[in-house]
């Protein structure tokens, strides 16, 4: 069946850097547009970055642009969610997928906290 784990998530301190994975099975990932989403506790599940199926167009929050990078890996069927300059209000469970409704409900997810 269709699979999306994330990984890569972690306590790191202000201004530091994660990088997160997403691995793909049961589909090729090069073949859907992906994203990833974030869920703070007690706010609801946000767009972070969004890349289309020919990665040619990415488009991020407001919130993230200059500081993290979306790509994607075709061999390896994994997309990434590189995170720079990370800020407390970072803090939040992280999300891939495919469009589907419910984004942050989907998949278990990767938790990142940014914290000293």
């Known amino acids: 069946q269709v699979q999306l784990v994330e990984s890569g998530g972690g306590l790191v301190q202000p201004g530091g850097s994660l990088r997160l994975s997403c691995a793909a099975s049961?589909?090729?990932?090069?073949?859907?547009?992906m994203g990833w989403y974030r869920q703070a506790p007690g706010q609801e599940c946000e767009l972070v970055a969004a890349v289309t199926s020919s990665g040619g167009t990415t488009d991020y929050a407001d919130f993230v642009k200059g500081r993290f990078t979306l790509s994607r890996d075709n061999a390896k069927n994994t997309v990434y969610l590189q995170m720079n300059s990370l800020k407390p209000e970072d803090t939040a469970m992280y999300y891939c997928?495919?469009?589907?409704?419910?984004?942050?409900?989907w998949s278990q997810g990767t938790q990142v906290t940014v914290s000293s």
């Open positions: 997928n495919i469009g589907r409704s419910s984004p942050c409900s």
């Open positions: 049961g589909f090729t990932l090069s073949s859907y547009s």
